[in-house]
Nanobody
Framework: VQLQASGGGLVQTGGSLRLSCTGS????????MAWFRQAPGKEREFVAA????????KYEDSVKGRFTISRDNAKNTVYLQMNNLKPDDTAVYYC?????????????????????WGQGTLVTVSS
C-alpha cells in the first residue's frame, strides 16, 4: 500500500483543519492506522491511532478532546480532525499503516510497529 497525506496548511490559534490519508494499492481497512508528527528540531511523536476494526482509538494526551481520528473504508481514507489548534501543534504530520495490525493497545503509539509511511503534510498554527 502507498499513503498520500493532505490537508495541511496555515491556520490561526483556535482554528481547525482536517488531514486526510488516502491509500492506494490495498485496502486500508486491514491496517491499524496512525498519525505522527514532527516539529522542527524535535523527535517524531505519536498523535493518534485507530485500530483496523475502527472501534478503538488512542490519543496522545495533549490532543485529547481536540483531535479526532476516523476512517472511511469506502473512500480508503483515514482522517484527523484537528480543532482548537495551538502553536505547539505546528509540525509535519505523517500518516502510517501497521500490518499485520499489532494487538497490544499500548503498541498503537509506537512508531516501530508501523510499516508504511506517507510523505507528510505541514501544519502551521500562528499565534
Amino acid at each position: 500500500v502507498q499513503l498520500q497525506a493532505s490537508g495541511g496548511g496555515l491556520v490561526q490559534t483556535g482554528g481547525s483543519l482536517r488531514l486526510s490519508c488516502t491509500g492506494s494499492g490495498r485496502s486500508l481497512s486491514i491496517y491499524n492506522m496512525a498519525w505522527f508528527r514532527q516539529a522542527p528540531g524535535k523527535e517524531r511523536e505519536f498523535v493518534a491511532a485507530i485500530r483496523s476494526g475502527g472501534g478503538s482509538t488512542k490519543y496522545e494526551d495533549s490532543v485529547k478532546g481536540r483531535f479526532t481520528i476516523s476512517r472511511d473504508n469506502a473512500k480508503n481514507t483515514v482522517y484527523l480532525q484537528m480543532n482548537n489548534l495551538k502553536p505547539d501543534d505546528t509540525a509535519v504530520y505523517y500518516c502510517a499503516a501497521d500490518s499485520p495490525p499489532v494487538a497490544v493497545y499500548s503498541a498503537l503509539a509506537d512508531g516501530r510497529f508501523y510499516d508504511v509511511w506517507g510523505q507528510g503534510t505541514l501544519v502551521t498554527v500562528s499565534s
